[in-house]
């Protein structure tokens, strides 16, 4: 019976399931067969459906990754995904699979910082150039193409300043140059967009956030198209990046509940971003809550509903104030990551914004982000309330 994606994360896995609801955590290096030619055919029924769950080494996973891996392929509606141990792992996959000495990056300015480090700094050991174009600016990303670009990779929304680009036209600008395209996908997960059948080559999500949704456990999934397929087996072959059954497992308990959560996140950010927008201090709130605005059309056009985590930029004088804003919040933790059922905020400083071209942060402004958890969105706004009194 085909059913809607809701029910389809509480039931699959369910091939599986002996006397637990859930798939039993299987731990494993070795994997037992009953004879010689076992093995033989477990391999050749692999390199014919890569898809499948056919495993000869823990390397490859067991029942429980697979499990989780199997659930993620329908989501994304993919070729292949591919597990790792955490989220930045599947942009370091994903990178490594495509580029060799010569190549060119293009990589979108308000890309998530770790992501700019490897594509400016390290990358460069291997005479591999990157460049940075502005989210805001589909001719800047055009005009930087040159015949040696080899990848362009998107984060949808942008880190920080959250800027929504218009995907397809990204997608078939690197067609028709013969680029492949990434896209990191973690704030909307395939629940809200689905890249590969939007006609990226790979998807990344850091499995750390959504996914998991309780701030207890690290993964990633790299998802692909059949075009990459071969270039992304080989390098994962060789990377050892591997997701543990133990944190397969959790990740797995997170996603049966994946859409109420984010249907959650949704409803009370959107509250939440309406009444900042209110706030005198507060002249920017970046989330799609603005009918009309252009990021709010290019999030309509493409994503079926919104998360959690937005920015806020903070006009201010006394640079002092706005942190004691961020430091007298009750309800929020101060910490890094999110996606957690809980809510988070950090002040972000202009050395981790620093390295960007284009985000053009004026000498009084301030980016907090906030991350808008599942408690009662009164709470919260009484909490925002109090603490917004601080900023000079
Ligand atoms: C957190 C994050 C990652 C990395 O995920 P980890 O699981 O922390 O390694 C990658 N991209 C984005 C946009 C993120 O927010």
């Known amino acids: 019976m085909k059913t809607s994606l809701r029910t389809f994360i509480k039931h699959t896995a369910k091939d599986f399931r002996n006397q637990s609801v859930n798939p039993p955590v299987v731990r494993a290096s070795t994997i037992i067969f009953k ?3 076992e093995i033989e055919k477990t391999e050749k029924r692999y390199l014919k459906d890569p898809k499948s769950g056919n495993f000869n080494y823990g390397r490859q996973g067991t029942t429980t990754t697979y499990a989780l ?7 994304e ?9 955490t989220g930045f792992g599947a942009v370091f996959l994903a990178v490594l699979s495509i580029v060799k ?3 060119e990056i293009l990589v979108t300015d308000s890309v998530y910082s770790p992501t ?6 390290y990358l460069k050991k291997f005479n591999i150039t990157s460049k940075f174009y502005d989210p805001k600016n589909l001719n800047d ?14 984060e949808n929304p942008g880190s920080n300043t959250f800027e929504f680009q218009d995907l397809r036209k990204i997608i078939s600008l690197a067609k028709k140059n013969k680029i492949y395209t990434a896209i990191d996908n973690t704030w909307g997960t395939p629940y809200l967009i689905k890249p590969i059948k939007l006609g990226f080559d790979m998807s990344i999500v850091s499995a750390t956030k959504y996914y998991s949704g309780h701030s207890d456990v690290m993964g990633g999934s790299l998802a692909i198209n059949k ?6 087996e080989s390098a994962n072959r060789v990377t050892g990046l591997r997701l543990s059954p133990d944190d397969a497992y959790l990740i797995l308990r997170g996603i049966r509940t994946l859409d109420v959560r984010m249907d959650k996140h949704h409803i ?15 002249i920017n709130v970046f989330y799609p809550y603005k009918k009309g605005s252009k990021n709010y059309q290019m999030w309509k056009k493409y994503y079926s509903g919104a998360s959690g985590l937005m920015g806020l930029k903070i006009k201010s004088k006394n640079k002092n104030s706005v942190k004691s804003f961020v430091n007298s919040l009750k309800l929020f933790g101060y910490g890094y990551s999110w996606g957690g059922f809980e809510s988070l905020a950090l002040y972000q400083n202009k050395k981790q914004l620093g390295a960007r071209q284009f985000t053009n942060l004026k000498k009084n402004e301030h980016i907090v982000r906030l991350h808008i958890g599942l408690e009662d969105s009164k709470d919260i706004i009484n909490d925002l309330k109090q603490a917004l009194k601080k900023i000079k």
Request: net charge positive; glycine share 2%.
């Open 77 to 85: 509606e993919c070729y292949k995904v591919y597990l790792t141990p």
């Open 141 to 154: 990303l055009k005009n930087q193409i040159t015949n040696k670009t080899k990848l362009i990779f998107v």
């Open 227 to 232: 075009k990459v397929f071969k270039l992304v």
């Open 101 to 103: 000495p010569g190549d």
């Open 116 to 121: 700019r480090l490897l594509v400016q700094d």
């Open 69 to 75: 891996q199997k659930i993620l392929q329908e989501m």
């Open 35 to 37: 004879s010689l030619q």
């Open 268 to 282: 009370n950010a959107l509250k939440i971003a309406k009444f900042l927008s209110k706030q005198k201090k507060v």
